[in-house]
């Protein structure tokens, strides 16, 4: 078994704020991430797939077909975006970088396990140099 990592960079704006909580009560929570004029992030995403490799080609999988399954369904709908208002796999979800990074797994796991023998691993989600979340599909 084998494990590949893609790197892709998104950048997105968020607001962690509860509407049925008070003001006080999200900046206590929240902080300055509950900030009413938005904040965001240069995230660096990792995706990693695993399987068995081809001897007829090499390799796992074709990278550039990661690539573009990764723009597709996560760079495209993400980059430059608001996390709260613009994507859709995240409406009514909290714009958290936890739960962020099990719906990108969510939204991954199909188009990349349509490829034989290929699996996805772990989506690993880096908001900031220092913080990051990893999700495993458990």
């Known amino acids: 078994?084998?494990?590949?990592t893609r790197r892709e960079h998104f950048n997105a704006a968020h607001r962690m704020y509860r509407?049925?909580?008070?003001?006080?009560?999200?900046?206590?929570?929240?902080?300055?991430?509950?900030?009413?004029?938005w904040h965001g992030h240069n995230y660096n995403l990792f995706v990693t797939i695993k399987g068995e490799?081809?001897?007829?080609?090499?390799?796992?999988?074709?990278l550039k077909d990661?690539?573009?399954?990764i723009q597709e369904y996560i760079v495209e709908k993400l980059d430059h975006k608001n996390l709260n208002k613009d994507v859709d796999f995240m409406q009514g979800k909290m714009a958290s970088t936890e739960l962020l990074?099990?719906?990108?797994?969510?939204q991954l796991k199909a188009p990349i396990e349509a490829f034989e023998g290929v699996f996805l691993h772990s989506v690993r989600l880096h908001e900031t140099e220092n913080n990051s979340a990893e999700y495993f599909g458990e």
């Open 53 to 62: 490799i081809s001897y007829a080609t090499g390799y796992l999988m074709d």
């Open 19 to 37: 509407d049925e909580w008070s003001e006080e009560k999200n900046a206590e929570v929240f902080g300055k991430c509950a900030n009413p004029n």
């Open 66 to 69: 990661l690539k573009a399954i």
């Open 101 to 106: 990074c099990i719906e990108i797994f969510n």
């Open 1 to 4: 078994m084998i494990y590949i």
